[in-house]
């Protein structure tokens, strides 16, 4: 581990493991091939400092707080949402599909705070974005609360993450395997793990 | 020698005396106080917080940014830093490039590129090492695969003309695709 890596590990209260990542890591070091990553998440620099160990080109959206926070707006009228705003936003969040497609997307906990058309637009715009066998990692709670709004976090080694949250907390809406492949129909479940942490990590692949 | 435009001489100190005007210029000399960028162990350049530049901007020499830049910025071998005052619509050409103000472009440094806590970058990085600190802010690409970096930084370095520096209207605005870059 890093001396970064170390210092996030001894600053933050709150970790996970995080096996299917550990496993996918050691996957795509092995190949040794350039991966182009792509990671929702706010740029941090220890998940930098890890990615770079391997052959990679890494997109950081930054668009978890924001797509997190995308609420659909309703025609006052009719009551239909209305779904160009909605999917404006998240095209503005997610790169061109002209850039080309992704080998690896990180989620993070993201997927717990998209619900409804917010959900189904997020699927839309990130199938461009995958190719047959893309895998996408997914964090998802799996208590009744979870963290009022997204949390960071920082790779520490292949198989454990520091987890930053803040204090307040929210209903959860405690996704099944069922739920997300219905939400994501380009997608299929490859592996899932329920973590001591109270966290189920998902390895996606597109199909 | 670092310059953006040909320097007036005898800008009010030194004067001519004008009974002697058939004798040549004297040659000033660089008043001790003023920022003096040899790119040779000097201490870098520096572009001041009222000074705004559009252009194509390139030197032999280290830079620090506090003003605005729009178009390139082509330092070769050189270092360049955008200070907390510093706002960047450029693409960035440099050894080492260390961000602590804005920026709206991609970053080619040689050795590497540090975002400081107080930047904001947004474009592609192509660089060997790639260092942010907690809170800098990043929203774009980073390349990371020594041969692509290396075949990047190569072909896309623009050609800097030696010795001085024009601005240049119309340069090359940011953010244009580049060869194995994908789009910020």
Redesign the interface.
């Known amino acids: 581990m890093s001396a970064r890596a170390e210092a996030a590990a001894d600053a933050d209260g709150g970790a996970t493991s995080s096996p299917l990542f550990a496993a996918l890591a050691a996957e795509l070091e092995a190949a040794g091939d350039?991966v182009?990553i792509l990671d929702l998440g706010?740029?941090?620099?220890t998940n930098?400092?890890y990615?770079?160990r391997?052959?990679?080109?890494?997109?950081?959206?930054?668009a978890v707080g924001t797509l997190a926070a995308l609420r659909p707006e309703t025609d006052p009228e009719t009551g239909a949402v209305r779904t160009e705003p909605l999917e404006a936003a998240v095209r503005d969040e997610l790169?061109?599909p002209?850039?080309?497609a992704f080998d690896l997307v990180l989620c993070w906990d993201l997927l717990n705070y998209l619900e409804g058309p917010v959900f189904a637009a997020f699927a839309a715009h990130l199938a461009p974005l995958l190719r047959k066998g893309t895998r996408v990692h997914a964090l998802i709670w799996s208590q009744p609360r979870m963290p009022l709004a997204p949390a960071r976090f920082r790779i520490l080694e292949p198989g454990r993450m520091a987890v930053e949250a803040g204090p307040a907390v929210r209903e959860c809406p405690r996704y099944t395997q069922r739920d997300l492949e219905r939400q994501l129909p380009g997608l299929r479940v490859q592996r899932s793990m329920l973590l001591r942490s109270g966290v189920q990590e998902y390895l996606f692949q597109a199909r | 020698m670092f310059e953006m435009n040909p320097m007036k001489r005898n800008s009010g100190k030194g004067g001519r005396d004008e009974s002697r005007l058939d004798e040549p210029f004297p040659i000033e000399e660089p008043v001790a106080s003023a920022p003096r960028g040899t790119g040779r162990g000097s201490g870098p350049a520096t572009i001041g917080p009222s000074i705004h530049i559009k252009g194509d901007l390139t030197g032999e020499e280290d830079l620090v940014i506090q003003g605005h830049v729009e178009g390139t910025i082509n330092l070769k071998q050189n270092n360049l830093t955008i200070g907390g005052n510093g706002k960047i619509h450029a693409n960035i050409f440099a050894n080492t490039i260390t961000v602590e103000g804005e920026l709206q472009g991609d970053l080619y440094g040689t050795e590497k590129v540090v975002i400081r806590r107080t930047g904001n970058v947004r474009g592609n990085i192509v660089a060997p090492?790639?260092?942010?600190?907690?809170g800098?802010?990043?929203?774009?690409?980073?390349?990371?695969?020594?041969?692509?970096v290396e075949s990047v930084v190569a072909q896309t370095r623009p050609a800097a003309a030696p010795h001085s520096l024009e601005s240049r209207p119309g340069g090359e605005g940011p953010g244009k695709d580049k060869p194995?870059?994908?789009?910020?």
């Not at chain 1, 391997?54 to 930054?62: E, N």
């Not at chain 2, 090492?129 to 907690?134: K, Q, S, T």
């Not at chain 2, 800098?136 to 692509?148: L, Q, R, T, V």
């Open positions: 350039r182009s706010a740029a941090n620099g930098i400092e990615f770079g391997m052959p990679c080109a890494l997109h950081i959206a930054d790169p061109a002209a850039g080309g | 090492r790639v260092n942010l600190e907690d800098a802010k990043f929203k774009g690409s980073i390349e990371m695969d020594p041969k692509a194995g870059l994908k789009q910020a």
